[in-house]
């Protein structure tokens, strides 16, 4: 039987292979399943920030068939019963291994519960999942080149003697993705990681290279995004001058309107990556740009998700 030519975006039918509790606030899912052979391989530089959909059943239904997504898939979706085709949500890929059938990938997912262990329908059915649960994974496949759409992380190549100085800042929903990026860094790269958790059980041990700082907030019962905002302000006062331009007023952006997410063109010798809380985002794109005069092309700004609102 000839097989027909991978569009760029595939559904993947795929189960639960393990279940790693991390910490309060995280929970490794491992998914297998001999489809994702056809997963993209990310083999420049690996998954990095790389961004997936899981479809998560509604309870007593199964998940709708999707399979090579065709133009209009979503609209098809979203015209289902909302009762019964199940919930989509957004994650970064934390691991990838690729091996033909064999393949896993994991995905770390923040469980935002109530003192009754409830939350969003993704968180839900995370913290509950056991191997061998079927779950649909919505991703890219080998056709869609080595640099898959959903790769945010595109720094500068570092020229010799001339190491590119970095920025990462995000809360706990920025973290699997900042981790897996810290793993992609070879040499030539110096600055800092700033990430905000919820407790301190929450911080994690992660690879970090030569010359990359990572400092962990504990948020306590502080406003979300304080520590974090406080943070990245103290480094840009008194760390090493970062280059500045003369860039154009700073549109607002109503992140309860509209969505805040600009990855730029980056270039020099400066690169900043924020992700998180859209207006904790928000703010910090005003603190580099319009207050500190960084580049605006030089900074990847990604409003993950908004307090109050459940996100696709």
């Known amino acids: 039987m000839t097989r027909t030519a991978l569009r760029p975006l595939m559904a993947y039918a795929v189960e639960v292979r393990a279940v790693r509790r991390l910490s309060p ?8 399943g001999d489809c994702l052979a056809d997963f993209a391989p990310c083999a420049d530089g690996g998954p990095r920030d790389l961004r997936i959909k899981l479809m998560v059943p509604a309870q007593g239904h199964p ?3 999707l399979g090579e997504l065709s133009d209009g898939w979503y609209a098809a979706w979203l015209a289902l019963d909302p009762a019964t085709r199940g919930t989509m949500r957004t994650y970064t890929v934390r691991a990838l291994r690729p091996a033909g059938a064999a393949t896993e990938l994991d995905v770390d997912v923040v469980l935002h519960l109530d003192e009754h262990g409830r939350g969003g329908p993704a968180a839900t059915w995370a913290a509950s999942a056991r191997p061998g649960d079927p779950i649909t994974l919505l991703g890219p496949t080998s056709a869609a080149g080595p640099t898959p759409g959903g790769i945010e992380w595109r720094p500068p190549v570092p020229g010799p003697g001339a190491p590119v100085r970095v920025l990462l800042a995000g809360d706990e929903t920025a973290v699997p993705a900042v981790c897996s990026v810290l ?3 070879g040499d ?9 958790v919820p407790h301190a059980s929450d911080v994690q041990d992660v690879r970090t290279p030569a010359g990359v700082r990572t400092t962990w907030l504990v948020r306590g019962g502080r406003p979300h995004g304080q520590a974090l905002a406080e943070a990245v302000r103290a480094l840009l006062d008194t760390a090493a001058p970062v280059p500045v331009t003369a860039t154009p007023a700073l549109p607002e952006v109503d992140v309860d309107a509209d969505v805040l997410w600009e990855t730029g ?3 020099g010798g400066f690169y900043a990556w924020i992700a998180g809380e859209a207006a904790v985002v928000r703010d910090l794109r005003r603190c580099l740009v319009t207050e500190h005069g960084v580049d605006r092309r030089s900074v990847a700004f990604m409003g993950y998700w908004r307090q109050g609102r459940a996100e696709n």
Request: hydrophobic content about 40%.
């Open 188 to 196: 030539g790269y110096a600055g800092d990681v700033l990430l905000e």
């Open 265 to 267: 063109s980056a270039s």
């Open 25 to 32: 606030s995280f929970v490794r899912l491992t998914f297998g």
């Open 63 to 65: 998940l709708p068939e």
């Open 183 to 185: 793993e992609s860094l």
